[in-house]
């Protein structure tokens, strides 16, 4: 018997592609450690990894419409991957329609869409991350909303129901006027699980912020400080919740949306004692997302007991040679399967990963090619 308090390894032993994007068929046997993918631009490089992140995830990290992956003249794209979690294995399966997706567990449809992607934790960097640092404190939400849905399952419900009385409130408001009678059902019931979900959040920054401590210092050369904490919108306390968006109806109405509450939270970073966002050099911006996403990484492993595939997008055309070396030689202390995205292998030639811990595919006008 193995273990259950052990951190089980995880990783896509096959997967199979086909109409997707620019690939019209495609088989990979990755190595269980390193995949490095590599190719010029346009040949289809982050399509393999969005395939892999797909049937995982049901979705996309580039696009909302997954749909934009059916290859151009056909009609569905699908994705099909064996993956062994420990002694278990399963078979993975998406079929994305023009309109409709359809996926599939063992061959049985999944109950919900969330449970199905919860199983196979999967973390993507890629070069839009560095919004994570210089974007809307939406983007930071959503890391930790993302850390919500494997380690607090009733936390992200209570989201989901908060934002929907959040928003009957809103139509009231609007259509009735702040006295309406009916106001105050919905403004309980969004207080209840508002603060339920500011507790989820609260909790989901608690167990990233040493992670992201220790990321940062491990990719940073210097002594450079990193200060970041939770910047709540809302409250932990139904009754205090409650009584504030009573008393925020008029400017509620006037601004067309509720201004206290979670979805007004903040993930507040500041490098050297200024703020990340709009005073930390380029270079340490990158190196402050890469480390939010290796933070993320290490909270769902803790959290889910797997070390999640980590697709590590164009890292080359982000990082010089040594910061590349140092993410690597920082994955390589980890036990999860990677794969990773260049246009220049050479950056990884003297790979910190054995020969036998590594695979090498090329990628070339839509053909994969294992090398
Ligand atoms: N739905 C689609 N059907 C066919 N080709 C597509 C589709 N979407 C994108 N492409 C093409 O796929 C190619 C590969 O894109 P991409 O995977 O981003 O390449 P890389 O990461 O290697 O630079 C691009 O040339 C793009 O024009
Ligand atoms: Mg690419």
Not at 85 to 97: A, H, S
Request: proline share 4%.
């Amino acid at each position: 018997m193995s273990d259950p308090a052990r951190v089980q390894t995880l990783r896509f032993e096959r997967a199979q592609l086909a109409s997707f994007r620019n690939i019209e068929s495609a088989l990979i046997a990755p190595s269980p450690r390193l995949n490095l993918i590599w190719g010029d631009n346009g040949q289809g490089k982050t399509s393999v990894l969005e395939a892999l992140y797909a049937v995982a995830t049901t979705r996309s990290f580039r696009t909302d419409k997954l749909a934009q992956a059916v290859k151009t003249g056909q009609p569905q794209a699908r994705v099909t991957a064996t993956v062994r979690e420990g002694d278990f294995v399963r078979e993975l399966g998406l079929k994305q329609g023009l309109r409709g997706r359809e996926v599939s567990l063992d061959g049985k449809r999944p109950k919900t869409l969330v449970s199905y992607a919860v199983r196979t934790p999967v973390v993507v960097f890629h070069p839009r991350d560095l919004e994570l640092v210089t974007g809307a404190a939406s983007e930071r939400r959503r890391l930790l909303d993302r850390l919500i849905l494997y380690a607090d399952p009733q936390g992200a419900e209570a989201a989901r129901r908060y934002a929907e009385a959040l928003k009957e409130r809103q139509r009231l408001l609007e259509t009735r006027g702040v006295a309406a009678a009916e106001l105050g059902d919905f403004e309980r019931v969004a207080a209840e699980h508002g603060a339920r979900f500011a507790r989820a959040r609260r909790e989901a920054t608690e167990r990233l912020l040493p992670e992201l401590s220790a990321a940062f210092a491990s990719v940073t050369p210097s002594e450079l400080a990193l200060d970041a904490r939770y910047l709540p919108g809302g409250s932990q306390n139904a009754e205090e919740f409650l009584t504030e968006l009573r008393a925020r109806r008029p400017e509620d109405y006037r601004r067309g949306r509720a201004s206290f509450g979670p979805q007004k939270d903040e993930l507040g970073l500041e490098v050297d004692g200024r703020p990340a966002r709009s005073d930390a050099s380029q270079g340490q911006q990158r190196l402050l997302s890469l480390s939010l996403k290796l933070a993320e990484l290490r909270c769902i492993e803790r959290t889910r007991r797997a070390h999640p595939v980590l697709l590590l997008d164009d890292v080359s055309s982000e990082l010089d040679a040594h910061r590349t070396e140092s993410v690597l030689a920082l994955l390589q202390a980890s036990q999860g399967q990677i794969f990773v995205t260049t246009t220049r292998p050479e950056l990884f030639a003297q790979s910190v990963f054995a020969a036998s811990d590594r695979a090498d595919f090329r990628v070339e006008n839509g053909r994969v090619t294992k090398l």
